[in-house]
């Protein structure tokens, strides 16, 4: 399975953006896509799940109510929308995917694939 993400971008405080996470190769074995960002100096941190069959979605706390993870089934994507965005939402996107759902959809060791980063940049 390989992913790519695209979308990033600058954009002004309040702003949207809308990342997309493309699939290819044998994505019938993925269970679920999700998304993580790491900042200058920090960690790579959990942002949003979704399992790929009935839809389910997890969001770290800080973006509830202003990301929503969904799937476009015929182009085999994940899409971030990202609204209201602040600054400290700066950092870089990563999506990532698994073959089998382990129940840690927070954790890095969750997933088996990873796409490459897209910068989002927030400024104030």
């Known amino acids: 399975v390989q992913l790519q993400a695209f979308g990033g971008g600058l954009v002004q405080a309040g702003g949207s953006l809308r990342l997309s996470c493309a699939a290819s190769?044998?994505?019938?074995?993925?269970?679920?896509m999700g998304w993580f960002r790491q900042a200058p100096g920090k960690e790579r941190e959990f942002v949003a799940r979704?399992?790929?069959?009935?839809?389910?979605?997890w969001y770290t706390n800080s973006v509830k109510g202003r990301f929503t993870i969904s799937r476009d089934n015929a182009k085999n994507t994940v899409l971030l929308q990202m609204n209201s965005l602040k600054p400290e939402d700066t950092a870089v996107y990563y999506c990532?995917?698994?073959?089998?759902?382990?129940?840690?959809?927070?954790?890095?060791?969750?997933?088996?694939?990873w796409g490459q980063g897209t910068q989002v940049t927030v400024s104030s």
């Open positions: 990532a995917a698994d073959r089998r759902y382990a129940g840690h959809f927070y954790s890095l060791d969750e997933y088996d694939y």
């Open positions: 190769g044998l994505t019938f074995s993925m269970e679920g």
């Open positions: 979704r399992h790929l069959s009935g839809g389910r979605t």
